[in-house]
């Protein structure tokens, strides 16, 4: 019985020496790069480092348009940091993650001064979570315990460190996202200095963190600080409106510190006409395999989102559910199928699906549309490492659409001149166009599925 025990043993623990060894992400070389302070009067220049030597980080004081050496030193990064902020006063810089790894190492943040390193922190002891080596640690503790307890207790006190093991390791990757190489865990944050602190808000924890810039240490943040940065960092998306209208990062900012004056402003972002669109994904294991061209919305989605939970937060169950399909409460979605003459090829210009409201003339310009370009946006099988293949009919799927009434067009705009993958979209001699639209009523927290659209009228 204890031979197996260890024998199954020995094998997590190997799944946990190699938990952390995955393909890396296609990352373009590390390249110098500057970054200035808010005010301009200062800039950080990095040289990326090469061959064991570290990278180096030179600083200068900037007026007019002439720079004049500051203070440099060799960074902790092993070859460059992610991001590089400098204070007002030139005395201070600190730095973000790592080129191509993000979020991983012992200097996801690092502090700096005239002397050098002041502080750096790993992404688990900023939140106080166990790092992979004491996870391994435990590991080795209990397998070493082994023989000092009895079957069914070192059952038990294995199976209890396997929850907590992938409790611990899952914790991250709960809250926010990350790739083969990387732990996201800036997104939809921001920071700015303050004083002596540089203050970073933390969304998936809805805080402020404060690093003293002075010691480097974390430091607790006060009532009326938060009051301040609050008001500080509202001011700043407030100022940029005009200019480049509300991000999502901006949206879920607002939803996190739900002030009331500002409910109007994410109201308003349910009707943003700013789409991603036109890229593919298979869906289901069917034999051939089945891709769909979708099209939606970070603003709308965030809105839709943060408007449903504004006097109810989500449990952690619904943030799970969540992550694999938001289902909108506020807007409505719509899945169709569109059969064309012949199955889309690669190259073959671009398929278009868009919707106009009822009524409204051909020549109006649709805010949900899907454009797909084939030679670029053409499905890839990553099993197979190639092109993948349409049929005749293929999916789309439009999500976040205000809820109404529209007609469904479609084109193949397959005969060049192509019209691109914005609108207005027109068909040309030789193209195919929809056989007629097809009328749909969008609802609020609907799904409409199973229409069919028949795109085989050849434009003659």
Same mark, same amino acid.
């Given at each position: ?34 970054? #200035? ?12 480092? @090469?061959?064991?030597? @570290? ?51 012992? !200097? ?5 001064? $005239? ?24 590991? $080795? ?31 991250? $990757? ?23 602190? #540089? ?62 004056? !500002? ?8 009707? =943003? ?71 889309? @090829? ?21 805010? =949900? ?8 946006? #053409? ?55 929809? !056989? ?6 969008? @609802? ?17």
């Amino acid at each position: 019985m204890r031979t197996n025990f260890f024998r199954f043993f020995r094998a997590v623990l190997l799944i946990i020496s190699f938990a952390s060894r995955v393909t890396a992400d296609s990352w373009r070389p590390a390249r110098e790069f500057d970054s #200035y302070s808010d005010a301009s009067n200062y800039v950080a220049h990095v040289i990326p480092g @090469k061959n064991g030597v @570290k990278p180096r980080m030179s600083v200068y004081a900037v007026a007019g348009g002439k720079r004049t050496p500051a203070w440099e030193t060799r960074l902790n990064n092993r070859v460059s940091p992610g991001s590089v902020h400098v204070s007002d006063f030139g005395n201070h810089v600190i730095t973000f993650d790592n080129w191509a790894s993000v979020g991983y190492g012992d !200097d996801v943040v690092a502090i700096y001064n $005239r002397t050098g390193l002041v502080a750096k922190y790993s992404l688990e002891s900023l939140f106080n979570r166990p790092s992979d080596e004491e996870l391994r640690a435990g590991a $080795r503790k209990l397998a070493a315990k082994r023989k000092g307890i009895h079957g069914g207790d070192y059952l038990k006190e294995h199976v209890d460190f396997l929850k907590e093991y992938n409790k611990q390791r899952g914790y991250f $990757r709960e809250r926010f996202m990350h790739t083969t190489s990387s732990r996201w865990w800036q997104q939809h944050s921001f920071g700015f200095f303050d004083g002596p602190h #540089y203050c970073l808000w933390v969304d998936w924890e809805s805080r402020w963190i404060a690093w003293n810039l002075e010691t480097g240490k974390v430091d607790s943040v006060q009532p009326n600080q938060t009051k301040r940065w609050n008001e500080r960092a509202r001011w700043r998306v407030l100022s940029c409106i005009k200019e480049k209208g509300l991000t999502s990062s901006d949206i879920r900012y607002f939803g996190n510190v739900k002030d009331p004056k !500002d409910k109007s402003l994410i109201e308003e972002q349910l009707k =943003h006409a700013s789409f991603s669109t036109g890229f593919s994904s298979r869906t289901g294991n069917t034999v051939p395999a089945v891709y769909v061209y979708y099209s939606e919305s970070d603003q709308r989605k965030t809105a839709d989102q943060i408007l449903v939970d504004w006097n109810h937060p989500p449990s952690d169950a619904e943030r799970k559910r969540r992550r694999l399909e938001y289902e909108y409460r506020f807007l409505g979605s719509l899945n169709l199928s569109v059969t064309f003459p012949t199955a889309p @090829k690669k190259g073959e210009g671009n398929l278009v699906v868009y919707l106009l409201e009822k009524g409204a003339k051909l020549d109006a310009v649709p805010v =949900h549309f899907i454009a797909a370009a084939l030679e670029y946006s #053409y499905p890839y099988n990553f099993r197979n490492q190639g092109d993948a293949h349409l049929e005749k009919n293929v999916n789309f799927s439009i999500r976040g659409v205000t809820p109404g009434r529209y007609d469904i067009h479609a084109i193949w705009d397959k005969v060049p001149p192509l019209n691109g993958e914005k609108p207005p979209f027109a068909s040309t001699k030789g193209d195919w166009v929809a !056989d007629k639209p097809v009328e749909v009523d969008i @609802k609020a927290g609907k799904v409409i599925s199973d229409v069919s659209v028949n795109c085989t009228k050849r434009v003659r």
